[in-house]
């Protein structure tokens, strides 16, 4: 149904399932998905505080419940969850994502200390070098984004997609053109 973009009938079979099946994790993380593939960001968050009271430290919950308050521009109320489900795990996706909250409440420092982690832990996913270019342009510093998006760029696959764009990024930057 919610592929055939029925959504009352959906949300129907959903609100039917959790109501029989109140407490099982299967059934509450298909839900969440399921109202975030809807764009139903408010209802997955309930849906997924109700998973949180049942195991309050599932680190995908509390990954998850950042990612929604991040997709609802809620940057300040992901920083919460993120932290704590990084007291968990080491997830790659919890901390970019945790990078991006603080980026977007202007805690820059605190975005380039998760960068720098996700550095630590994945030498390799050379795109974390994009996001402290970010942190550099916000801080108004040129060469130091430039800097980053080589390095980006030296990791990136000749040709991809992304290095077109950080390629791009890098030449909106040099010296003679406008950012």
Not at 27 to 56: H, K, M, N
Request: aromatic fraction near 6%; charge should be positive.
């Amino acid at each position: 149904w919610v592929t055939l973009t029925n959504r009352p009938t959906a949300e129907g079979i959903i609100y039917a399932l959790l109501a029989t099946h109140p407490g099982d994790a299967f059934v509450l993380d298909r839900a969440v998905a399921a109202f975030t593939a809807q764009g139903s960001y408010s209802e997955a968050l309930r849906i997924t505080d109700r998973r949180l009271r049942l195991t309050p430290n599932d680190a995908t919950a509390l990954a998850n419940k950042g990612v929604l308050h991040i997709l609802m521009n809620q940057f300040s109320n992901a920083i919460p969850p993120l932290t704590h489900a990084l007291s968990l795990t080491n997830s790659y996706t919890a901390r970019r994502n945790l990078a991006l909250a603080h980026m977007r409440t202007g805690q820059l420092d605190a975005a380039e200390a998760d960068c720098r982690a996700l550095l630590e832990a994945f030498p390799t996913v050379y795109s974390t070098y994009s996001g402290l270019a970010e942190i550099a342009l916000l801080r108004k510093n040129t060469n130091a984004a430039i800097r980053y998006y080589e390095q980006h760029l030296s990791g990136a696959e000749a040709g991809s997609d992304e290095a077109k764009r950080v390629a791009a990024c890098l030449e909106s930057l040099q010296p003679g053109r406008k950012p």
